[in-house]
């Protein structure tokens, strides 16, 4: 229970009776982030048994119904189910994700026992590291879709090599506060010698790094930020043969998401977003091998409802 | 599919990945009456094959989030996908209704190539026919709920007999306009002989009576509104054993639904609006027995996601 990803849905426009829409879950140490919010959910996340008290923040990529409209169900059921909620919830968006919530939860008289804090953005504007703690921090990178949408970043900071006792021993290092500021990555002065982290901590983890991109149109630029990422989760809407209406309609075809993590290098893709009219595994299919014939050294998935993918190591493994 | 009952959810408060919220479709000769929409309720409509673009009025019973929230979802499936609307819409519900979807409608700015005409109720005020045309009419009555809230009665006009072409035959009938008034139930004056409906027209056939009763506490007053009844779908939130709660948060427990229906000498009950905490068929069972036990000849039902009543002559057939 480190670092999973929850795909709790993975269908565009409308939510189906056997597919929710696009919507994902990341819980990290103990905190989750939720990232979009359609209609229905909720039905998704007590389906997969995650507790909702421990969402910590809701990212929404745009204001479009299918990305926000269950974001009333979600705020009301921390209020009125399971513990009482103590902590108060962080929704971040596009400027605009105030007034929608807070305006449904005056019209409908929501009752709500915490607080929620807002954190708007206003693309190119609002600085793109949006949180960020010892461990890890959440950034937004600007989408191209018919009204302001944003990506999400979720990157993990590298964590510090184990602490070697045999060396700290070796070089007389004493217990206590010395050897806590190495270990928290400072040099330290001992007997007028210099000691060095690195002489004392084993090899440094890499921290994963995570996308969630949905909607979007293809662009050049996108690649740049997501560059050797771990794992990256992008829309892939429409088929090859419907690329004139992806175009169209702001979307991405499963070749063109291939594409640009392709030229990101990223390691693992995950595609997601599928048009309503794909719900048979023969289309579902379709698109994957048009993804994988355009990057086939790269490591590409479908996601499905109810996935789940670890953290292991310097990857994600499904569940 | 002349005259159809189809059971959306029968849950309360939150749709469950199991069990959808409270909601029912009425389909009668080649149009569909929806009664309340809370969230995920359109993939409960499309689960079941149900037309979507035959609807022709949703009907809303208060303006809590559970009976609503799924209706811009709905509104927005009528627009974008099928065959193009053509007809308008018709919501109607307590005052509030028109804002609240309008308001959403502007925030999320929905495009939307139909009409929809709202018919807001003043409780009390606004004459509690909503709508009438030759066959049937909708009704409205008041509910005791925290807020304003509203059943809905759905009544089928009688039916004229069939009509006797052998006896307007043997009454030297000429064929054309005046078997046309005959039939239409007026009286005609033949050779100066006057000659009633009732000459040539076999047995009358009652119109069903259909109620939808969900939220309510208990009322005395509720039974007058529904003597004699076919069939009331009428909530049962609790069990007799939280009657207190039930008191206090404005619920009818499955005994007191059957007190009421049974009041009303309402043939066919069926109880719907479960809370969340029963979706045990243990649970549902006892909450079925409780009601028998208090109307004992009564004939008493649960209803469950996905079940549908076809009319039939003077009752309904579960399918």
């Known amino acids: 229970m480190n670092f999973n990803i929850n795909i709790l849905g993975t269908g565009g426009t409308r939510p189906l009776h056997n597919r ?37 923040m809701i990212c929404i990529t745009h204001l479009h119904a299918d990305h926000i409209t269950g974001l009333l169900g979600i705020v009301m059921l921390m209020a009125q189910s399971g513990n009482t909620r103590k902590e108060p919830l962080t929704i971040i968006g596009p400027i605009g994700i105030k007034k929608y919530l807070e305006t449904n939860i005056e019209l409908l008289r929501v009752h709500k026992n915490y607080d929620i804090i807002y954190k708007e953005i206003i693309i190119n504007k609002t600085e793109s590291i949006l949180y960020e703690d010892k461990k890890k921090r ?59 982290p690195s002489d004392i901590l084993g090899e440094p983890q890499k921290g994963l790094k995570f996308a969630y991109i949905t909607d979007t149109a293809y662009s050049e630029e996108l690649s740049t930020h997501i560059k050797n990422f771990n794992l990256v989760i992008i829309e892939s809407t429409f088929k090859n043969e419907l690329k004139e209406e992806a175009k169209k309609k702001l979307h991405l075809t499963a070749k063109l998401a291939a594409k640009i993590t392709k030229k990101a290098k990223v390691h693992q893709t995950g595609l997601i977003h599928f048009s309503e009219r794909y719900t048979l595994n023969k289309d579902l299919f379709e698109l994957l091998d048009e993804a994988k014939q355009e990057y086939p050294n790269g490591e590409i998935f479908l996601t499905k409802d109810g996935m789940r993918l670890k953290a292991n190591k310097d990857k994600f493994i499904i569940k």
């Open 138 to 196: 959440i950034e937004y990178i600007k989408l191209k879709h018919s009204i302001d949408c944003v990506g999400y970043l979720f990157i993990e900071k590298n964590k510090p090599g184990k602490f070697d006792t045999q060396k700290a021993e070796s070089l007389n290092i004493p217990k206590g506060p010395i050897r806590k500021k190495l270990q928290e990555g400072h040099e330290v002065i001992l007997n007028e010698k210099k000691i060095l």
């Open 20 to 56: 929710y829409l696009t919507s994902v879950l990341i819980e990290y140490h103990g905190e989750s982030f939720l990232f979009d919010c359609g209609e229905a959910t909720q039905m998704s996340l007590r389906k997969q048994k995650i507790s909702w008290q421990k969402i910590k």
